[in-house]
């Protein structure tokens, strides 16, 4: 029986400046990096104490382009001081966005990608 996303794949042109972004300035844990032979090396991060993680694949090595995958949305309990947080730590980030269904924002990652992370409303 399936319990978990266990990870996401995104394809990425330098997966040393994906790592960097996604501990750095993103805060994730590294769960595995490991040579895989012939030029393909398995990068996998995922947030501190979270489940689900994404493997930051070499475009080149699965004959994809930089950007090409999953669009992500992350969760936070508080989008307003994520902002802030990522901003002090040099990442690029959209404005917080309020609608019914939540708080929103979103930050610019290498190679184009576009990751959204977001707070439901309080019942």
Known sequence: MITS???AILYVGDQDLALQFYRDILGFDVVMDADMGENFRWLEVKPSGGQSSIVLAAAEAFGKQPGEGAY????????EAT??????????T????REPWGTYAT???PDGHQLQFNERPQN
């Not at 959209?94 to 966005?97: G, H, K, L, R």
């Open 107 to 109: 930050v610019n990652a």
């Open 83 to 92: 902002v802030e947080e990522l901003r002090a730590r040099g990442a690029t």
């Open 72 to 79: 992500l949305t992350f969760a936070t309990d508080d989008v």
């Open 5 to 7: 996303i266990a990870s």
């Open 94 to 97: 959209s404005e917080v966005t």
